[in-house]
């Protein structure tokens, strides 16, 4: 017979699934939900006692109660069991145990509030639920526990309970170490969030997504888990996000390639097809119709083969195989997802139902037809499609990655949106080409019958030569070095709409140009194989001025082959025009008018000759961290090339569109600061330069653009090297704001004072490489210098002309922002001084609320925090916060930051803050008490003495 044995102290905690009633001697009666504090145990028996009557101890079967790991606290007369589980799992148990007694008496009252409360206790247990499965990522675990501290505020609220006081995480506060402000702040804080919550007023969902679309990059993430159809030929799954609106993909495209078995042809990627379509902006979220789409391209003969006929009355003649024949479109509308309307579980599965196309279909032409379709009825589809989950992820890829590594591998592919995302990261170089092919319209030519056309396309280089493995038809596929388009039967006018990614490495990208091969392909092998191109035609990816190919549609020339003067690795062909465009300008530059002659007749060269009657479109986007389209910012990018037009180039960047400006935003930089060292004796260029990159910095302080804020501040602190270019900013920022007064510099200066924070942290980083480099040789003209240039700025606060207004509010609202980068160079003491007549120049009446803003930044600066300075700073500010209780004047704003300075030197040692700062701060809170009657009736925050 086995002992009572000592349970562990991590198991001495469990709580009642079963109620336990047995009649007996020591048992331990027990309800549904009761917790026990576990003592001892014996086969399939516990002992101990219930926590909340530790009088009475008894036993209780094993398998009516779970145990919860714990931790015991021995450090009191009695054994504390504390379970091992987060805060707010433990909080939402004790708030779940108390609302319910509370929820019963609702019951036999028949309050109304019964409902109400049943069913926040029910939203409760499923987000605890949610919480202790450790599955959640960590984006959406902290939103759950925002989303749970709400609804137990709200509910504590509607049962007159106490109001829990937290901070901006959720967490309660300690009143043991936070100041009567904060708590008092916290409380009004949380008062007005129930008030909303209570009221309805916000909404769940909404809240959700409006904190989603706060995020610059989403994803959205597919699984494919079957296909079914019924084709009997290997395929290519091509699957992308499709604007129905616009009437364009907006993604690359997801290959699989399915084996005719019905299986993927890679068995490596069984049960594992996963791809991130990713680079989603907001406005890709907020697209009107968006739809996944599949576009299914059958490899096999020209001809469908009927597999159910199993005996042949006749010699079949031998087929081309492993041609790219149109076979049908699946498409699922995704626009409820994409917007966030719509929360949907990773491992639900979707159909999307799969419609053929006939012979005579273009691919692009039954897509649009499907789009318009309410629904595909089965007679259409017969049970044949594809089955996906889907998911809509927040965040880059890195953070995806993190945050969700049960759905994201390394296996899976990734799609990048055809085009810029809202973001470009520092890390992230593209040289992207994404070429659609259009459309054309061909000639017979010897044929009796329209033509089987094949494009093909490839990437060569100025002589010639195949530069491999840089063509891609989608992601989760390895590259080739050449493609292929579908074929469409008999069809002279055929609508192809296919698009394929082309990587170049950038060095090659310069030399390098499309060759299009058109090719009919017969259906029988034998004339297939004697089938030779019957026609081409090229485009070069630079201009002659340096400049990408635009992105637009290109009407390419065609040119037919004479294969008995024409060689294929011959590329005098580049000496032709390749686009209706350049042919306008051959014409004139080459083939004077002659009369009753057709000028296009002349336009030919070794075995090619022009074809007025072909056409060719193609549709090219080019997407390059290092290329650009802009002749204006190319012309700065390579300034030294032609030094003579810098002048123009300077002052053609600030008509440069902001989005290329920010997409070359280190190149641009290093550009304009190599100006400033290369002529570093001269000051020809240093205004025109300070002024473009003033417009640089305006650009990245942009609403649109603020969110390149970070990689500017990564190239100020990695990339930037202008060792000397410091004092040249010094030079000219003082010498606009000794000017300020002169109408012609006002709106410069005002730009400026806007900037003033990045003008100072390129200043100041410039200063330190070069103190680093040279042994701190120069700092006493450096810190001459910078007196300079401050006394300058504090003298310019003492105008009162209307004209110079908003260049001071603007100072005062963006001077203390350089506080941190000046304290690194310059003297804190000194700087405190600065900022003290800074605020005493100002006249009276005169931005008084930018002045006490300003007040209000300089509390919260880092200089505020020493208490040298602090000692400085402190008799100014309280003596501008008495003046304007005096007088009755931004009372609240000034109540605010007397408030802020008492919460910051609530439990510091002050050094009993000097005889003289204390009279002030008394008299300034009896000012407070005298002003009390005054105030408007607000929440405002009244300190006492």
């Excluded at 047995?22 to 399939?44: M, S």
């Excluded at 008062?191 to 916000?202: C, H, P």
């Excluded at 270019?725 to 002169?742: C, E, F, G, S």
């Excluded at 605010?896 to 000097?914: E, N």
Aim: charged share 25%; glycine share 4%.
């Amino acid at each position: 017979m086995t002992k009572w044995t000592f349970v562990k102290d991590r198991a001495k905690y469990a709580v009642a699934v079963c109620n336990f009633k047995q009649n007996g001697p020591h048992r331990l009666h027990l309800t549904v939900g009761d917790t026990v504090h576990i003592l001892q145990e014996k086969e399939d028996w516990f002992y101990g006692c219930s926590t909340k009557n530790k009088n009475v101890w008894g036993i209780f079967p094993k398998s009516y109660v779970v145990v919860k790991e714990s931790i015991v606290d021995k450090t009191g007369p009695h054994e504390a069991i504390i379970p091992r589980e987060p805060p707010i799992v433990q909080e939402i148990t004790s708030v779940i145990r108390e609302w319910g007694v509370i929820w019963k008496q609702l019951y036999i009252m028949r309050e109304p509030e019964f409902e109400i409360i049943r069913n926040m206790i029910y939203e409760l247990i499923e987000w605890r639920r949610k919480i202790m499965s450790g599955t959640l990522p960590v984006d959406e675990l902290k939103e759950l526990k925002q989303k749970s501290t709400t609804k137990i505020d709200v509910g504590n609220a509607i049962l007159g309970l106490d109001l829990v006081v937290r901070d901006e995480h959720g967490n309660m506060l300690n009143p043991d170490i936070t100041s009567a402000i904060d708590l008092y702040r916290a409380h009004e804080s949380a008062t007005q969030r129930i008030k909303l919550m209570a009221s309805n007023s916000v909404d769940d969902d909404d809240n959700r997504n409006q904190k989603s679309l706060s995020r610059h990059v989403h994803s959205f993430y597919v699984t494919v888990k079957n296909f079914v159809c019924r084709i009997g030929d290997d395929a290519d799954l091509l699957m992308t996000l499709y604007d129905a609106k616009e009437g364009r993909c907006i993604s690359e495209s997801y290959l699989v390639k399915w084996s005719k078995e019905g299986l993927a042809k890679d068995l490596e990627q069984l049960n594992n097809l996963r791809v991130l379509f990713t680079d989603l902006g907001i406005k890709d979220l907020q697209r009107e119709k968006m739809f996944l789409i599949c576009q299914i391209i059958r490899i096999g003969s020209m001809e469908l083969k009927d597999y159910d006929h199993k005996r042949s009355t006749h010699i079949q003649r031998k087929t081309s195989d492993g041609l790219r024949r149109p076979f049908g479109v699946a498409s699922m509308e995704i626009t409820d997802i994409i917007n966030g309307k719509l929360d949907i579980d990773e491992e639900k599965q979707y159909f999307i139902p799969f419609v053929q196309c006939n012979e005579r279909d273009f691919l692009d032409n039954l897509l649009r037809k499907v789009l318009t379709m309410k629904e595909v009825n089965q007679k259409e589809h017969k049970g044949q499609g594809l089955w996906v989950c889907l998911k809509l992820l927040h965040g880059d890829i890195k953070q995806v990655k993190e945050e969700n590594p049960h759905l994201i591998s390394t296996s899976t592919a990734v799609a990048r949106k055809m085009g810029f995302p809202d973001i470009i990261l520092p890390g992230d170089v593209r040289n992207d080409l994404y070429l659609t092919i259009s459309h054309g319209e061909f000639t017979k030519g010897a044929k009796s019958s329209d033509r089987n056309i094949e494009v093909s396309v490839r990437v060569l280089n100025e002589k010639g030569q195949l530069i491999p493995n840089v063509v891609s038809v989608g992601c989760g596929s390895d590259t080739i070095n050449e493609y292929k388009s579908v074929i469409y039967y008999h069809e002279d006018k055929p609508k192809w709409m296919e698009t394929i990614k082309i990587t170049i490495p950038i060095e090659e990208f310069y030399s390098a140009h499309l060759k299009f091969t058109f090719k009919h392909r017969s259906s029988n092998e034998a004339k297939d194989r004697a089938e030779k191109a019957f026609a081409v035609s090229f485009v070069k990816l630079m201009h002659e001025n340096g400049t990408t190919l635009k992105d637009e549609i290109h009407e390419l020339l065609v040119y037919k082959i004479d294969y008995k003067r024409f060689d294929d690795s011959d590329v005098t062909y580049l000496n032709l025009p390749s686009t209706r465009q350049e042919l306008e300008k051959y014409i004139a530059a080459n083939c004077p008018p002659t009369p009753n002659k057709n000028s296009n007749s002349l336009i030919s060269l070794n075995g090619l000759a022009l074809s007025s009657k072909d056409s060719f479109y193609i549709n090219s986007l080019v997407c390059s961290t290092k290329l650009t389209q802009n002749v204006d910012l190319l012309g700065l990018l390579k300034w030294w090339s032609n030094p003579e037009n810098l002048k123009n180039n300077l002052l053609s960047l600030m008509k440069v569109d902001g989005e290329e400006v920010v997409k070359f935003l280190q190149d641009t930089l290093d550009a304009l600061f190599n100006i400033l060292m290369q002529n570093s004796d001269s000051e020809l260029y240093d205004n025109l330069v300070f002024e473009a990159l003033i417009f640089i910095i305006g650009l990245v302080s942009d609403r649109k653009y603020h969110h390149f804020r970070p990689i500017l501040d990564l190239y100020i602190r990695e990339n930037f090297s202008a060792t000397l270019t410091y004092n040249k900013l010094i030079v000219v920022l003082k010498y606009y704001i000794d000017n300020a007064l002169q109408k012609e510099y006002q709106e410069t200066l005002l730009r400026t004072m806007k900037s003033i924070e990045y003008i100072f942290k390129f200043i100041v980083r410039s200063r330190q490489l070069f103190a680093a480099l040279n042994e701190d040789k120069g700092r006493e003209s450096f810190e001459i210098s910078m007196n300079q240039l401050l006394h300058s700025i504090t003298s310019m606060m003492l105008y009162d002309t209307d004209s110079t207004l908003l260049v001071q509010g603007a100072c005062l609202k963006y001077f203390p922002f350089t506080i941190p980068d000046i304290l690194s160079v310059f003297d804190g003491l000194d700087l405190s001084n600065v900022l003290v007549k800074l605020i005493n120049n100002v006249p009276r009446d005169r931005l008084t609320k930018q002045k006490m803003m300003c007040v209000n930044d300089l509390v919260h600066s880092e200089l505020f925090r020493i208490p040298e300075c602090r000692i400085i700073l402190l008799p100014m500010i309280c003596k501008q916060i008495k003046n304007l209780l005096e007088r009755k004047d931004e009372m609240e704003l000034s109540v605010k930051i007397i408030s802020d300075i008492m919460v910051y030197l609530y439990g510091r040692d002050v050094g009993a803050t000097h005889n003289d700062i204390s009279e002030i701060m008394l008299s300034i809170l009896r000012t407070i008490i005298q002003c009390v009657v005054h105030l408007e009736r607000k929440n405002t925050l009244v300190c006492y003495p």
